[in-house]
């Protein structure tokens, strides 16, 4: 009777952290993208800190439904040459030339947390701390999200994230595991997502990938 009663909390203490409801927003955002993922999306660009948790989560995780709008291996070599400017000591000149290339990059992927943290060196490189400090929010409200969605303690309530780099990040920050050779197992679940189970001793920490729609589009 213990076992089953424990059985049973386990179950309900899983479910009740488990706040991502993947499948709804993939409906909500494919039928009515301009709702669900562009109205909010507006808002993050803008004032993220106002946006609540369910808006927060059609901003991320809705993200995965729409048009990448760009080639994802481009702009990655782009963004690899604003990163290696951003984080050096550079002259406010220099600094507004390299602001317009990431503008430009942040127009078509405001997600970016790399970039994100590239605005906010950059702005501040500049003297303007009210921008610096709005990229700065959107990165926070985005990892915010990450951390809200499961408790990474029970496979029914990952950490629910939608690229390899923000799992890495939710293994660092949040598991209390990460080591260097740590082990993982994965497995591929019936919709498409990677389920990561990452090990050190008998602590076990779980990490579900979802991958965007046109993931591997520049690959064909």
């Not at 990892?143 to 780099?165: A, E, H, R, W």
Request: with cysteine; aromatic share 14%; glycine share 4%.
């Amino acid at each position: 009777m213990k076992k089953i009663l424990s059985f049973l909390l386990l179950i309900i203490y899983g479910i009740s952290f488990c706040q991502i409801n993947v499948e709804e927003i993939k409906k909500n955002v494919t039928e009515n993208p301009q709702k669900y993922y562009y109205d909010n999306l507006e808002i993050f660009k803008t004032n993220p800190k106002s946006l609540s948790s369910e808006q927060l989560n059609y901003v991320y995780y809705g993200n995965n439904y729409v048009d990448y709008g760009f080639n994802r291996l481009e702009f990655n070599k782009k963004l690899d040459e604003i990163t290696k400017f951003s984080k050096r000591n550079i002259s406010i000149k220099k600094a507004n030339e390299i602001l317009e290339k990431a503008l430009i990059l942040y127009s078509k992927n405001p997600l970016n947390k790399e970039l994100l943290e590239d605005l906010q060196l950059l702005y501040s490189k500049i003297g303007d701390e009210s921008k610096s400090d709005l990229y700065s929010s959107q990165s926070y409200v985005l990892y915010q999200t990450i951390k809200n969605s499961g408790t990474g303690k029970l496979d029914v309530s990952p950490i629910v994230v939608t690229n390899f780099s923000d799992q890495l990040f939710a293994v660092e920050n949040y598991s209390g595991i990460f080591s260097r050779g740590i082990d993982f197992d994965t497995t591929v679940l019936p919709d498409g997502s990677w389920l990561n189970i990452f090990k050190n001793g008998t602590h076990l920490f779980f990490v579900k990938t979802i991958h965007h729609k046109d993931f591997y589009k520049d690959d064909q």
